[in-house]
C-alpha cells in the first residue's frame, strides 16, 4: 500500500521609566536618516537564552528594516536600523525549529530619541504586545501597526506597560524586580534578578479567535506533588481592573538563583556523552549499529557523570531504568544506538521544583539528522553542585499530555469532528489490575488494560461503561476495553452548521467525558494541570500513588480551528477511499473499514502545509481476532513508528499484540482477515501538547 499520507492594584508611572519614548501621540518619525544609524539592542531570554533565535525589526509602514544575527548563548541582540526606517517599531525574535514548531516573542519601541535605543524580548513583553494587539496576537502586531489598528504611541505602550506591572505585582515583589522596567530595564540571563522573574513564569498566549487569545500567567515553584500549581487565566481584552490576582508568592519557594546556568551546564554535558562513538558510550556487543545491555554497560565517564551520583543505575523514571533491551525499550535507550550519536541537547527551560528540591527542565534534542523533539528531564544536584539525572522515581508508567485531534472521514465528510482532552500514557505493567486518575476538576477517571497498554473502558452512546454484551456495568472486572487512552473533554464538528447526534452518540468506542467542557472551562485548566494516578491489583489493593503536572492546558476548539495540520495528500486519500469496504445492511455503518494491502507493510508519506507542525510519528489502526488469519473475535491493535520531524514518508512496522494476530510470520504483512479502521500523523509542540490528524477508514452511523 502506498500512502502518500503531515494576566493589586499597583500603578506605576511608566513614561517615567521608558527612556527610549519621544513625546508621545501617535504620530510616526523617521530615524536613522543622519550620518549616525540607529541601533536597537536589548537581551531576548525566557530566563535562559533565546538562542538559535533571529530577531527582525518592522516599523510603522510595515517594512523590514533590520535583522539581527542569530542569538547566541547571552540573549544578547544588536540591530542597526536601515535609513528611513520609520518608528513606532515592533520586535520580532523567532527561533523555527526543524520540526516546524517555531517559537516567537515580541517587543515594542514607540519612538527613539537618540542614536540607539533599549528593548528587551521576553514573555513579559510578549504579553505587554498581547495587550497592545486588536485581536491579542503579539506575532500580528507589526501587521496591525501597518494597517493601523494597532497603536503603539508613548502613552499607550506605556499605560500597558503599567497594566501588565500591576497584573504580575505579586511575582515582581517577590523576586525584587518591581522596579524593573521589562522593556528597557538591564539584566542578564543569567538566572539572576530580572532573569530569575522570567524563569518564575510561564507565560501562555493562544489565539482563539480573530478578536481575541486566550492568556495564562502561571507561577513556576517549588510545590508538593499534590498541589495544583498557581495560575490565573484571562483574556487579552479583559481590562487590567478585571483579571484575578496572583496570590502572595513565598519567595523562598521560587527557584534558586543561577538554576538556568546549571540546566545549561548539564545540557552540555549530555550532548558531549552523545557525541561520543557508541562503542566508547558502552561496552555491549554492536551488532549493526545496536547494542543491548543495562546502566552497567554504560562506561564512558561523560556519560556517567549525567547521572546523579555518576551512576546511571540510580536513573528511575516511570518504572523505567537506563538501558535498553531486545525490543529497543529502555530509558536513554539512545545510548546504546549509533544513529543517537551526535545528539545536541539545548533551549534548556526550568519547568518547576518538586517537593523533593528535584529540578524539572525542559529541553529540545537534535539529532545528527536534524530531527527534533521537546521533552522534560528531572534533575538533582549532585555533590559537586552540578544538575544531575535522577528521573522522577516513580515505580510505574504513567504520563499525560493535552492531546488534539482532529478525526477526518475520508468517506464520510460531515462526520469529521474536532476534539480536545487529554492522553494518558501507561503500558501493561504486572500486577497492575486498573488505575484510578483524579483529573484537575476532580472527577474521576479509570483505566485497564488493553492489547498494549492501559486504556479507558469502552462506553455505549450515553458515555458510561459498558460489558462485552453491551450492558451497562459499574464493575471493573466486567468492563472491556475501548482501545484509547485518550479522554475527550470537548468535541465539535468541523462543519458549524452540523445538525449530527453528538459524536459520543455516535462512536460509542471512544473515551469522552460524561458531558462536554465548555471551551471558557477549557482555557481555565492550568498549563501546569494536576492529575493524580493510583495504581491497584486485582483485589483492589493500592499499589501506589503517583502525581503529574501537564507542561501545557489542552486547546479549546476555537483554538484548534485556527491551526493548519499535516495532512495525507490526494494519493493518501485515493487509497483509503478506494479500498473502503462498506458494512452490509444487516451492520451499522461503523462496521464499515478499509482493507489491508495484500502484501507488504503500509508504505506512507504525508504533506506539511506552512504552519503546520510535521508529524514525528505515525500509528496505523485496526482490528484483528486471535487466529492466524486474523479471523475470531477481533481486538483493537495499533502499530507505531517514530520518523524523524525532517522525514515526509516511513513504512510502518508490523508487531502483534495480546489476543491478536494481525501480521503474518516475520512481520513481512498483514493476516488476511485483520482490517484498517484508521491511521493518524502525531506531532508534539514545543510546550508538550500533542497533536493528530487521525483519518477514520470506517463511516458513523
Request: proline share 4%.
Amino acid at each position: 500500500m502506498k500512502i502518500t499520507l503531515k494576566r493589586l492594584v499597583l500603578v506605576m508611572t511608566s513614561a517615567g521609566l521608558l527612556g527610549l519614548y519621544g513625546c508621545g501621540g501617535g504620530s510616526s518619525s523617521n530615524v536613522g536618516g543622519g550620518t549616525t544609524p540607529t541601533i536597537l539592542s536589548g537581551i531576548a531570554a525566557t530566563g535562559a537564552a533565546f538562542s538559535d533565535a533571529t530577531v527582525t525589526v518592522t516599523d510603522s509602514t510595515g517594512a523590514t528594516v533590520g535583522t539581527s544575527a542569530t542569538i547566541g548563548a547571552d540573549g544578547v541582540y544588536t540591530i542597526t536600523l536601515n535609513a528611513g526606517a520609520v518608528a513606532p517599531f515592533v520586535l520580532t525574535a523567532t527561533r523555527p525549529g526543524e520540526d516546524g514548531a517555531s517559537e516567537s516573542l515580541v517587543s515594542v519601541v514607540s519612538s527613539v530619541t537618540g542614536a540607539s535605543a533599549t528593548a528587551n524580548i521576553t514573555p513579559i513583553t510578549n504579553l505587554i504586545a498581547a495587550r497592545l494587539s486588536p485581536t491579542g496576537d503579539p506575532s500580528k502586531l507589526g501587521a496591525e501597526l501597518a494597517a493601523k489598528t494597532a497603536n503603539l504611541s508613548t502613552a499607550t505602550v506605556s499605560g500597558k506597560v503599567d497594566e501588565v506591572q500591576a497584573i504580575l505585582a505579586p511575582i515582581l515583589t517577590a523576586t525584587e524586580t518591581i522596579g524593573t522596567n521589562p522593556l528597557t530595564g538591564s539584566f542578564s540571563a543569567n538566572g539572576a534578578g530580572y532573569d530569575r522573574l522570567l524563569d518564575s513564569v510561564k507565560i501562555s498566549i493562544v489565539p482563539a479567535s480573530a478578536t481575541t487569545s486566550n492568556i495564562e500567567v502561571g507561577i513556576k515553584q517549588q510545590q508538593a506533588e499534590d498541589v495544583k500549581p498557581v495560575t490565573i487565566q484571562f483574556s487579552s481584552n479583559t481590562v487590567a481592573a478585571s483579571v484575578d490576582t496572583i496570590p502572595t508568592i513565598d519567595k523562598t519557594k521560587l527557584v534558586v538563583e543561577g538554576t538556568a546556568a546549571l540546566i545549561k551546564s548539564f545540557l552540555a554535558q549530555l550532548t558531549t556523552c552523545y557525541a561520543l562513538p557508541l562503542a566508547n558510550r558502552v561496552d555491549s556487543t554492536i551488532t549493526n549499529g545496536l547494542a543491548t545491555g543495562t546502566a552497567v554497560n554504560v562506561v564512558a565517564s561523560a556519560c556517567k557523570s549525567a547521572f546523579f551520583g555518576d551512576n546511571p543505575a540510580k536513573f528511575k523514571s516511570n518504572g523505567s531504568v537506563v538501558g535498553r533491551d531486545s525490543n529497543g525499550s529502555g530509558a536513554f535507550a539512545g545510548l546504546f544506538k549509533d544513529g543517537a550519536t551526535g545528539v545536541v541537547f539545548s533551549q534548556g527551560s526550568y519547568e518547576f521544583t518538586r517537593a523533593n528540591g528535584d529540578i524539572v527542565a525542559g529541553y529540545k534534542s537534535k539529532d545528527s539528522a536534524g530531527n527534533e523533539t521537546f521533552d522534560t528531564f528531572v534533575l538533582r544536584k549532585d555533590t559537586d553542585d552540578k544538575l544531575k539525572l535522577i528521573g522522577n522515581e516513580y515505580v510505574y508508567g504513567g504520563g499525560v499530555s493535552a492531546y488534539q485531534q482532529i478525526r477526518t472521514f475520508v468517506n464520510d465528510v460531515p462526520s469529521t469532528y474536532y476534539s480536545t482532552g487529554y492522553a494518558l500514557s501507561m503500558p501493561l505493567m504486572s500486577g497492575v489490575a486498573y488505575v484510578k486518575i483524579t483529573t484537575p476538576k476532580e472527577t474521576t477517571l479509570t483505566m485497564i488494560p488493553g492489547s498494549d497498554g492501559m486504556v479507558f473502558p469502552k462506553l455505549n452512546a450515553n458515555r458510561v461503561a459498558v460489558k462485552s454484551d453491551g450492558a451497562v456495568t459499574t464493575s471493573i472486572s466486567d468492563m472491556v476495553s475501548s482501545g484509547t487512552s485518550f479522554i475527550r473533554i470537548r468535541s465539535e464538528y468541523a462543519d458549524t452548521t452540523s445538525t449530527a447526534l453528538h459524536p459520543a452518540a455516535r462512536e460509542s468506542g471512544l473515551a469522552f467525558t460524561s458531558t462536554d467542557a465548555t471551551d471558557p472551562e477549557i482555557s481555565g485548566y492550568g498549563n501546569q494541570s494536576l492529575w493524580v494516578f493510583k495504581y491497584y491489583n486485582s483485589s483492589n489493593v493500592l499499589l501506589a500513588t503517583q502525581s503529574y503536572k501537564t507542561r501545557a492546558r489542552a486547546n479549546t476548539i476555537a483554538e484548534m480551528r485556527t491551526r493548519a495540520w499535516a495532512k495525507l495528500d490526494a494519493t493518501g486519500l485515493k487509497y483509503l477511499t478506494d479500498n473502503f469496504v462498506a458494512s452490509t445492511a444487516s451492520l451499522p455503518s461503523n462496521n464499515s473499514y478499509t482493507k489491508l494491502p495484500s502484501s507488504g507493510l503500509a508504505d506512507l508519506t504525508w504533506e506539511v502545509p506552512s504552519g503546520a507542525l510535521p508529524p514525528t510519528s505515525v500509528t496505523l489502526f485496526g482490528k484483528a481476532g486471535p487466529d492466524t488469519d486474523g479471523g475470531g473475535t477481533k481486538v483493537n491493535f495499533n502499530d507505531a513508528q517514530s520518523v524523524g520531524s525532517t522525514k515526509r514518508g516511513v513504512t510502518i512496522s508490523c508487531a502483534n499484540g495480546t489476543g491478536e494476530k494481525h501480521c503474518v510470520s516475520g512481520s513481512i504483512g498483514y493476516t488476511v482477515k485483520a482490517i484498517m479502521t484508521g491511521l493518524h500523523l502525531w506531532a508534539r509542540d514545543p510546550s508538550g501538547r500533542e497533536y493528530a490528524n487521525f483519518y477514520a477508514a470506517y463511516k458513523l452511523n
